[in-house]
């Protein structure tokens, strides 16, 4: 799943629950819940492979993505007491895929493969250029329920 619907749901999980230990592991374990719902995805598997031109081009696509959400949630948790623990939940609703993007610059590294295949082998549906209609309707879904409960 693409950052933006990620990080709301994190945000909407601090945003209602205020225990940062709760908020750290329900934001973790909503990053692979969220994965497996059908959805269009720009991340590579391959990323650790990718030329200069294609991580470039990955990188725009991710700070597009995380760009918007961060607009939307300044937006949302604008003078609103509960932003610290929904700008955590966030940020560690997007903790799996930043670990995704480590393995471009740790290749070697043994562990991050593993989780990456892992993180990879948890998606329902994931097929980057594919049909993207109903699995981008589905994010948009998930993101709309997560700014209900940003409101
Ligand atoms: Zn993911």
Redesign the pocket.
């Known amino acids: 799943?693409i950052l933006l619907p990620?990080l709301l749901i994190g945000a909407a999980i601090g945003f209602k629950i205020h225990n940062a230990w709760a908020v750290f592991a329900l934001s973790l374990v909503s990053?692979?819940i969220?994965?497996k719902i059908p959805h269009w995805?720009y991340?590579d598997e391959q990323i650790g492979d990718m030329n200069k031109k294609e991580f470039m081009a990955f990188l725009y696509k991710a700070a597009a993505d995380a760009g918007i959400g961060g607009v939307l949630l300044l937006i949302l948790l604008w003078q609103q007491n509960a932003w610290p623990y929904a700008i955590f939940g966030a940020a560690i609703s997007i903790l799996?895929?930043f670990l995704?993007f480590l393995r471009k610059f740790f290749p070697k590294t043994k562990w991050l493969f593993s989780y990456q295949k892992l993180?990879n082998s948890?998606?329902l549906d994931k097929k980057p250029g594919g049909k993207i209609l109903f699995p981008l309707i589905s994010e948009l879904l998930i993101t709309a329920i997560a700014i209900f409960f940003l409101l």
């Open positions: 799943m990620h990053h692979f969220a994965d995805d991340i799996p895929d995704i993180h948890n998606h």
